[in-house]
């Protein structure tokens, strides 16, 4: 069974369109994020959830908007994209939030979704 | 902020072991250390952590000298699928969400 799941694996769409990306976790946790790694491989995080609450929202585009359903999932909505938001976006999840926990919470990784705007 | 930095890439043949240094200069009191690794096309998955001394699990051993101002991940006997991307990072309840830096990490080579 996957632990974190992305949907879709791939994502290739213009300039302009508004596009959403899928991230479920099976493994309870109360904490999920979103990060995103660009072609030289930085791995940056955008968005943190806790119970379904925005903890962390980093200096991101507000066309990058998170929602959270459940604690389950988190999804990623992108307004207007730019070649710039190329990159691969990574879903993963914590048992709890590591600043709240008293140490650093291990996160689960989904396995990516590569999004190419043209 | 506890910035870490880690030598950008490391080759090495099967079978030898791999030490990986990071320097975490600006550590904070209540930081843990963490590492993660990443294989092309996948997510990072976590490795090792720990606070002080020295930690052992089945895939890795952590290393941290008493001033905690660097650690450093030992790899014993690789083999070809070690090659990958390692992660250091450091955080805690005090420095918040800023453990959440990856940085570059650094690519490790095995070569036969």
């Known amino acids: 069974d996957t632990a974190v799941s992305q949907t879709p694996k791939y994502l290739v769409t213009q300039m302009g369109n508004d596009k959403s990306i899928k991230c479920e976790q099976n493994?309870?946790?109360?904490?999920m994020y979103w990060y995103k790694q660009d072609s030289k491989k930085f791995l940056k995080i955008m968005f943190s959830?806790?119970?379904?609450?925005?903890?962390i929202n980093e200096t991101v585009p507000n066309r990058f908007s998170p929602k959270s359903p459940d604690k389950a999932h988190l999804n990623l909505h992108i307004n207007s994209l730019e070649l710039g938001d190329s990159a691969v976006y990574f879903c993963?999840?914590?048992?709890?939030?590591?600043?709240?926990?008293?140490?650093?919470?291990?996160?689960?990784f989904g396995p990516g979704t590569r999004l190419t705007v043209l | 902020l506890a910035k870490t930095t880690q030598p950008i890439s490391m080759d090495s043949y099967e079978g030898q072991e791999v030490n990986i240094t990071c320097s975490h200069n600006?550590?904070?009191?209540?930081?843990?250390i963490t590492w993660y690794q990443q294989f092309p096309s996948q997510g990072p998955r976590f490795i090792i952590q720990?606070?002080?001394t020295k930690v052992t699990n089945e895939v890795a051993s952590l290393f941290i000298p008493a001033d905690r101002k660097s650690s450093t991940l030992s790899l014993p006997r690789v083999s070809l699928s070690d090659t990958a991307v390692y992660y250091c990072?450091?955080?805690?309840?005090?420095?918040?969400?800023?453990?959440?830096?990856f940085g570059t990490g650094t690519r490790l080579l095995v070569s036969p």
């Open positions: 600006n550590i904070a009191t209540n930081d843990y």
């Open positions: 720990g606070y002080k």
């Open positions: 990072l450091v955080g805690g309840p005090t420095t918040g969400f800023q453990k959440l830096v």
């Open positions: 493994l309870g946790h109360d904490t």
């Open positions: 959830y806790n119970n379904k609450e925005l903890i």
């Open positions: 993963a999840s914590s048992q709890d939030f590591p600043a709240l926990a008293g140490g650093t919470d291990t996160q689960y």
